[in-house]
Every structure is written in C-alpha cells, then in structure tokens.
C-alpha cells in the first residue's frame, strides 16, 4: 500500500488549491481515504474522509463548505480541493489509508477513529501567505 500527496506549494489568502493523493498497491474501492494536517507544534487533524464502498465523504465541521474532497477511481486518486485558503489552513497535509471504512458520523475510521489509518503518505507543505 503506497500514497503519495502532492500540490501543495504557496498561495495568497483566497485562493485555491488541488491537493492529489496517488495510491498504489491496493483496491481503492475497498479502502478508506483520509485527509489530515498539522502545523509545527500542534497535533495532527483530521479534516475529511471519504468512503472506498461509495464514494461518500465526511468532511471536518472547520473546513466545510470550504474543502471538498473526491476521487478518480481510474487514476487511483483521491483529490483536496481547497477554496476561500486562509493562513490558518497552512500545514503540511497527509493522505492516509484504512481498510476500514469512514465513519459518517465522527470523523475517523471505523474501526478505529480519527487518524487510526494504518497506511500513510508523506505529507505536501501549504502556505497560506500574502
């Protein structure tokens, strides 16, 4: 099981990012898919999961209507869109798997919990700066 993150990089307040996650080494259909980030000296957040039985998301209360997150079963990948970018969303940001599936109602998987993912990428830096 391998991810890789990439599309991060530097952007103004109000912009937009596309963050990619690429998997390798496993069925997406049967994996779920987190997003999560941290900033130096704080602890890792989740922000979104999305389900490998149907496609269906979960996305963290801070960063909905905000972030959308989706999937290209094709390419194996999974895609952060991130619109309306503030400072406070500069991080480095992971993509990680579980053969668990998402739990609906709290973020995290299931069995498990947040950030229980067994399988992690290296993260992809965002800078949120004038």
């Known amino acids: 099981v391998q991810l890789q993150a990439s599309g991060g990089g530097l952007v103004q307040p109000g912009g937009s990012l596309r963050l990619s996650c690429r998997t390798s080494?496993?069925?997406?259909?049967?994996?779920?898919i987190g997003w999560i980030r941290q900033t130096p000296g704080k602890e890792r957040n989740e922000i979104s999961c999305i389900r490998g039985s149907n496609g269906g998301t979960k996305i963290a209360d801070s960063v909905k209507g905000q972030f959308t997150v989706s999937r290209d079963s094709a390419k194996n990948t999974i895609y952060l869109q991130m619109n309306s970018l503030k400072p406070e969303d500069s991080a480095v940001y992971y993509c990680?798997?579980?053969?668990?599936?998402?739990?609906?109602?709290?973020?995290?998987?299931?069995?498990?919990?947040?950030?229980?993912?067994?399988?992690w990428g290296q993260g992809t830096q965002v800078t949120v700066s004038s």
């Open positions: 080494g496993f069925n997406l259909d049967y994996y779920a």
């Open positions: 990680a798997a579980d053969i668990a599936q998402c739990d609906m109602n709290t973020l995290g998987i299931s069995p498990g919990g947040p950030l229980a993912y067994d399988h």
